[in-house]
C-alpha cells in the first residue's frame, strides 16, 4: 500500500505592532485538521546583527510539519541599529501577539513553546524569564540550537581545536554591536547564564554542535537548569559544525520528537 505524502506546509507573513513599529511574522500552519495545533515560535540566527526569515524558513517549515505545530517565525530588531533590549521585547511582542491571535489560524496558544538556533537561541532562553517576570504568555518549552548565552565569553572554547567555523572574534564583535554598554552583559534577559533564577522555567532541550565554540556555554547552560529542577535534555553532535545544526536532519528529528511529548501529540 502506497504511503499518503505529507500535508503541505502554508505560509504566510504578517505585519503586526511591535515596540519599535511594525514587526513582521511569517506563520506556517502544517496542512493538517486537528482541533487545536500547538505553537511553536521561532527566533532566527545571525549574531543579532544579521538573518532573516527566509534563513529560518527550512527549520520553521520541518517543525511545522512534523510535530505538528503553528510555528510562528519573528523577524526581529537588529544590532546595531537596534540594541540590546530591542530583540527580546521583539521577541516577548510576538509571544503577546499570538497568545491572543494563535486560535485564528486553528492553534491553542495555551501549548506554545520558543525555539530557534545561534543569537535566536539566546532570545528564545529569554523570553520564559521575561514572560515569568511580567506574568505574560505560559510557555510550555524551550528548544534551543547552538545558543548564544554568554556575552561575556568565558566559556568559548577555542576555534583551532574545535575546528569551528565560528570564532572568539566573530562572537566578540557582534556582542559590541548587540551590547554597547558593559554592564548590559550581565542582565539575564541579555545573558540568560547569568541569570540566578532558572527554578520554574519549561522543560528544555538543548543541542550543540562539537565543532562549535559555543557548545561549552550551552553545556554548563543545561547543567543550571537541571541543578534548578527544570527538565532538560542536552545533546552535543560532535562532527558537526555551528551553522549546520540548524539543517542538521537527526536534530530536526530530536527537536520534533520533543515538541511532540512536550505537547503530548502522540497521546
Known sequence: MQMAPPPSVHSQDLSIPGPLGALRLRLYHPGVSTPALPVVLYFHGGGFVAGSLEEASATACFIARHTPALVISADYALAPAHPFPAAPEDAYAAACWAEGHASGFGADATRMAVAGDDAGDNL?????????DRSGPRLAAQALI????????????DSRTLDSDLDARTCAARYRQYLPHPLQRMHPYASPLASTRHAGLPPALILTAGCDVLHAEAEKYAGLLIRSGVPTQVRRYADVKHAALASHPPALDEITHFLRRQFRCDA
Do not use: E, K, N
Open 124 to 132: 528564545a532562553a529569554a523570553l520564559p524569564l521575561i514572560t515569568r
Open 146 to 157: 547552538c545558543p548564544m548565552l554568554d556575552p561575556g565569553m568565558t566559556r568559548l572554547g
